[in-house]
């Protein structure tokens, strides 16, 4: 009788324990696929994203008197999402640089901070952090709540900077 038991036991304890594979914050890959489901696509997120880096853009040209065009400076990139290791449709996605020839003066650099953070609330960037805060040289990050984040930064140039959180790729 006292083998039964043990055996029963056992047999419990390898069940309970062959279930499904967690992930290192104790979530299933189920759980990483439909926590990954609620979220935008990464096709409708980079989307949402141009767009925003379109309106900083147009802002910072209109109301700051930013004489020159932005230039496209490429540099994309794409990594996979080490906080879902179990969803390999999961992706990070660095965004196209975008670059202004000339710095944001002190004096208007508080008006670029403003217009910045009032159209990355639009798209749910809420959380800013100041990197750089030096006489001509500034740069801050604004981060979403999916582990997206917007760089931007002057000094000798201006800089503008998207990164995705983990979003799933359409059709991956």
Known sequence: MRRLA???LSALL??????QPDTPDGGSME???STLQERP???EITARYEEMQQKIRDRFTAELGLATPWIDDGDPGQAGCGEFPDTPEA???TLNRWLYEGNIPDDQWPRALQIADE???????VERQVILDRPGNHKI???DRFGGWLQLGTNVNTVLRVRTGCHLVQGG
Do not use: N, P, W
């Open 14 to 19: 390898i069940t309970g324990c062959a279930g």
């Open 31 to 33: 759980d990483q696929t």
């Open 119 to 125: 159209v990355a609330a639009e798209y749910g960037f």
């Open 141 to 143: 990050e604004i981060r």
């Open 6 to 8: 043990l055996l029963v």
């Open 41 to 43: 696509s990464m096709e």
């Open 91 to 93: 992706e990070k996605h």
